[in-house]
């Protein structure tokens, strides 16, 4: 089996036909590795942009690709595909750090080739999550994502004079961070197909509150409550309302037992978790206005 580190650079012009900015691939740099972990070959193509004849000073500074290089060596975004695609095989497992890359790349060739999917990558592994999950079982306490640079200062490795955020240069280094906590059969563990059908359909599918009480996955079954004192089912005495990600009502029991009962639908994509729980009903503070005259005053 063969393993490629992939990573790309990317920048987000204005994009007119869209009318919202875009993420425009501008290079793709790769190291491919045999079971080993030792490198069988390299591959590094800049892109050029079709949006501006100019890279902004921050992505310059960024990653190191000046405009001039983009113009003179910068290919097509399908020229590039195709040669990355004629390098890497069909058969080996592509990694990236964190999966913001396959977003990027889907992003890009639904734009360039109307397709929901990334066909230059088959198997994928998120070599962050990976890595991330190695060092946690050495006894690190990582708890929210951390960068290639980080993650290659934790491992004790030196960074100085790495051209860091060049796509090849990153890539590399991720090689050398894998190196280090390589584990085979816990890395496989990570492998996942992207070439199920819904694997990119369920990558991008954004989870949502329902807010419709009459949404046909909001199951009404759920929304019945019990008695927490006494076990029988309560009445409800209020409408139901919206608010907070909950649909909320007032509930009565025969044993006096009074309280709000609390429901959320979450909708994933092929799932809807549902929450269910209950809270005192707020006692309710009468205002006084400043204008009301005392009782006393007013009787008088
Ligand atoms: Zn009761």
């Known amino acids: 089996m063969e393993y490629i580190i992939l990573d790309n650079e990317w920048h987000t012009p204005y994009c007119k036909i869209n009318g919202k900015c875009i993420n ?36 310059q500074r960024l990653t190191n690709i000046t405009t001039e290089e983009m113009l003179q060596n910068g290919m097509t975004f399908d020229q590039a595909v195709n040669l990355y695609c004629e390098w890497a095989g069909k058969d080996a497992v592509t990694m990236t750090w964190s999966n913001s890359d396959l977003y990027v790349l889907l992003e890009n060739f639904r734009f360039r080739r109307k397709i929901n999917t990334v066909p230059m990558i088959g198997k994928y592994l998120d070599l962050q999550k990976y890595v991330q999950n190695e ?25 100085d004079g790495i051209g860091l955020h060049r796509a090849l240069d990153d ?38 509150i329902i807010r419709d009480l009459n949404s046909p996955l909001v199951n009404k079954k759920k929304m019945d409550f019990k008695c927490e004192k006494c076990g029988r089912d309560a009445k409800r005495m209020t409408p139901w309302s919206f608010k907070g990600n909950y649909f909320k009502a007032e509930f009565s ?5 009074k309280f709000v009962g609390r429901v959320a639908f979450k909708k994933y994509y092929d799932k809807v978790v549902v929450k269910h729980n209950t809270v005192p009903i707020p006692a309710t503070v009468k205002k006084v206005e400043k204008s009301d005259k005392p009782l006393e005053e007013a009787q008088n």
Do not use: W
Request: hydrophobic share 40%.
């Open 135 to 159: 060092m946690i079982l050495k006894g690190s306490k990582i708890t929210s994502q951390v960068s290639v640079s980080n993650m290659a200062i934790m491992l004790g490795m030196s960074i």
């Open 253 to 257: 029991c025969n044993c006096g037992n």
């Open 24 to 59: 425009e691939l501008i290079e793709i740099g790769a190291v491919k590795l045999d079971e080993n972990l030792n490198e069988i070959s390299r591959f590094s193509v800049l892109i050029k942009s079709t949006f501006t004849k100019k890279l902004s000073t921050r992505f």
């Open 171 to 208: 890539s590399l280094l991720c090689a050398e961070m894998l190196r280090k906590v390589y584990n085979k059969e816990r890395l496989h563990s990570y492998i996942i197909d992207t070439s199920v059908p819904d694997y990119y359909a369920r990558l991008t599918f954004k989870a949502y």
